[in-house]
């Protein structure tokens, strides 16, 4: 049993898809959240800075004495998981292998589609985790580096005629390939799930790789013992590198709770 806090990091709000399931599997766990929205999006940047931000992300969750960290980014988690996971001293979840599962659970066709930024389009991270759960699978990836920006700035509705004429321009290569699965490979893209959902249709399954990975980090840490004993509900700290109010507006929006005065802006580095 250990009362400390969860760490949960992203370039910006997106990981906010992952503490939305962690708080409803976990909810007396303490939970701290980092969005780095002063430098987000992270996944057009070079491998080196994308390490050189994750590993200031990681040393500030790990300052507030963290049990356990999630990386809720899969652009970090493509491009610097190793760099993070060797030095740190708690168990660190990345969300590449827990949607991957699901998918090659999921598929019937063995034909998967994977959207992305363009860091994490360009790793391979997932065609390697899928051909390895699923030798001789078919994957289909798409970077979609509009997402997160749309996603940032509150443009997520299939009402939106920006979001949608950029959404059948990415997601085109994907119903050409006959994807019955297709991994939200970036954890801003649930909150477009509506416009993707209605371009790809309903016979195709959307994997959330934040909520996944929740829910793996969630079994995990009953398996290593490292639950809070505390019956009480868990308290939630969230901090960011821009401007708080923005951030809480959305982030209320999308968790469905209140998170005003929960949010202090900090200065990595
Ligand atoms: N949520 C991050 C991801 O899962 C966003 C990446 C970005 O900042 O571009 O990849």
């Known amino acids: 049993m250990n009362s400390n806090p969860i760490g949960v990091f992203d370039s910006g709000i997106g990981g906010l898809t992952a503490v939305k399931r962690l708080i409803q599997l976990l909810p007396n766990e ?12 992270y996944g ?15 040393a500030f969750l790990l300052r507030h004495g963290i049990k356990a960290m999630i990386i809720a980014c899969n652009t970090v988690s493509s491009t610097a998981f190793e760099e993070i ?16 599962a699901l998918a090659a659970a999921s598929t019937k066709n063995g034909k998967i589609g994977v959207i992305g930024t363009t860091a994490t389009v360009r790793s391979g991270a997932y ?17 979609c580096p509009l997402f997160v920006p ?4 509150g443009r997520t509705s299939p009402d939106d005629l920006a979001v949608m004429t950029i959404a059948r321009d990415y997601l085109a290569r994907l119903l050409g390939s006959g994807a019955d699965t297709v991994i939200l490979g970036c ?54 590198t821009d401007d708080a109010e ?12 209140d998170v005003r005065g929960l949010t202090e802006q900090i200065t990595l580095e």
């Open 30 to 41: 303490d939970v701290i959240y980092l969005g780095d929205t002063g430098r987000v999006p």
């Open 44 to 58: 057009s940047r070079s491998r080196e800075t994308i390490i050189k931000y994750a590993r200031q992300d990681a």
């Open 85 to 100: 996971s060797r030095d740190a001293p708690v168990p660190v979840f990345d969300v590449i292998e827990p949607p991957s």
């Open 127 to 143: 065609e390697r985790a899928l051909g390895r759960l699923l030798p001789g699978a078919e994957v289909t990836s798409a970077a």
């Open 150 to 153: 749309l996603a940032e700035n």
């Open 187 to 240: 954890t801003h893209y649930p909150l477009l799930r509506g416009a993707i959902a209605e371009i790809l249709g309903g016979g195709v399954t959307l994997i959330d790789s934040g909520a996944a990975t929740a829910e793996y980090a969630s079994a995990r840490l009953g398996e290593l013992d490292l639950r809070s004993p505390s019956p009480a509900p868990g308290v939630r700290r969230y901090f960011v």
């Open 246 to 257: 923005g951030f809480e507006a959305l982030a209320s929006r999308f968790l469905g709770a």
